[in-house]
């Protein structure tokens, strides 16, 4: 089984991405992760859709998602490809960990967003690895929130 990344070119109407989306479930795919926004011509959006599966069950994937009439294009994207994602962490501090927990966040080029009595809320971008690598570290913390966006 292996990671696959598609990048789907869609036309921006109603329904496509309930679709979409309709189309893995019927088959009995797993969407690891789904993000979809308009691109600079807003007649479309761009769909990227994170699945996992062997060789033959990418290719159906890609064969099905390409007959659906609101999809224009269809891309497998490469190894090489830059992904990036996002996360927001709502991190529990007591006033002497908000500094440890500020360190670590700067360590990773993190932004601190929000600063409360007993927490912080932390924006980070970047690939998978390096925000598994940030959530690694702050495990000795309690989060109370986490928000990821997806590739």
Do not use: H, W
């Not at 099905?64 to 996360?87: M, P, T």
Request: include cysteine; charge should be negative.
């Amino acid at each position: 089984m292996q990671k696959r990344v598609f990048q789907l070119l869609v036309d921006n109407t109603s329904g496509v991405l309930n679709r979409v989306a309709g189309l893995f479930s019927r088959r009995g795919y797993n969407i690891d992760s789904l993000t979809v926004g308009v691109t600079q011509d807003p007649r479309y959006s761009r769909m990227t859709i994170v699945v996992t599966g062997d060789d033959d069950i990418i290719e159906q994937i890609i064969k099905q998602i390409e007959k659906l009439v609101d999809v224009n294009k269809v891309e497998v994207l490469e190894d090489n490809s830059v992904c990036r994602e996002l996360i927001l962490t709502k991190v529990k501090t007591t006033p002497e960990q908000r500094q440890q927990v500020m360190a670590v966040a700067d360590i990773f080029r993190a932004k601190i967003v929000d600063v409360g009595i007993d927490s912080l809320i932390i924006e980070l971008t970047g690939n998978q690895n390096k925000l598994d690598a940030f959530l690694n570290l702050l495990a000795d913390y309690e989060i109370l929130e986490l928000v990821r966006t997806g590739i």
